[in-house]
């Protein structure tokens, strides 16, 4: 069965910096776009990162210059390497791979930012 699995997440200081991982099974990697999401509590699911299968990327306003998605399709993970947090990123972040006719999610690893 198709399975994300994220992980990198936990507690950080304002500045700091994570690296998260996402790791895919059960789908032809290549064949994805895949996504990072995030949702903080009380707020809807938002895109914080974007990446087709041909290496376009997009973000979210909010981490742009921050943020980088990148995918290694040998190893079938994308990850999303988070520089200079900020309590505001504080959120789960969910991994989703997506096609023309599949959409995939993963669990959500918690990212907290604080002092």
């Known amino acids: 069965q198709v399975q994300l699995v994220e992980s990198g997440g936990g507690l950080v200081q304002p500045g700091g910096s994570l690296r998260l991982s996402c790791a895919a099974s059960g789908i032809t990697f290549y064949y994805y776009s895949m996504g990072w999401y995030r949702q903080a509590p009380d707020k809807q699911r938002e895109l914080v990162a974007g990446?087709?299968?041909?290496?376009?990327?997009n973000y979210a306003d909010s981490v742009k210059g921050r943020f980088a998605i990148s995918r290694d399709d040998a190893k079938n993970t994308v990850y999303l390497q988070m520089n200079s947090l900020k309590p505001e990123d504080t959120a789960v972040y969910y991994c989703?791979?997506?096609?023309?006719?599949?959409?995939?999610w993963g669990q959500g690893t918690q990212v907290t930012v604080s002092s």
């Open positions: 990446l087709t299968r041909s290496g376009n990327t």
């Open positions: 989703n791979a997506k096609a023309i006719t599949a959409d995939y």
